[in-house]
């Protein structure tokens, strides 16, 4: 006998139980009371999950034994689930040529490691494995530096 269980992405309603599912074992597995901001939460429930509840299972298990604090937010999440968020918000992928698929995907990590850091370019520098001077120039570049808080 076969059985079809059609893919998470086809079963919308199953997300939310089966991420309380997952944040719970693991939470309790790991002596961590870990909760998602609703930012986040509202990321993962709209992500089509290619890997399924597999995939489900381990990023959640992931964030759980990574997180610093009780609360899971946006930034926390996996690039891969943040970055197929950007890309359905832009334009359409065709009309784009691959370098500036590439530059857009530099910006934006870019942009998203110095708000991570609080804007501190060197520690930036550092975690993206370059030098201050070349991030100093990505930033005129891509015009970033209008973003930082005042």
Partial sequence: MEIYIPPLRERREDILPLIEYYLGKYSKKYKKDIIFSNKAKEILLNYTWPGNVRELMHVIESLVVTAEDSIISERQLPVEILDEKEINRE?????????????????RHILRTLKMNGYNKTQTAKLLGIALNTLKAKIKLYGIEDNKPS
């Fill in 91 to 107: 334009e359409p992928q065709s009309t784009l040529t691959l370098k500036e698929v590439i530059q857009n995907a530099e910006k």
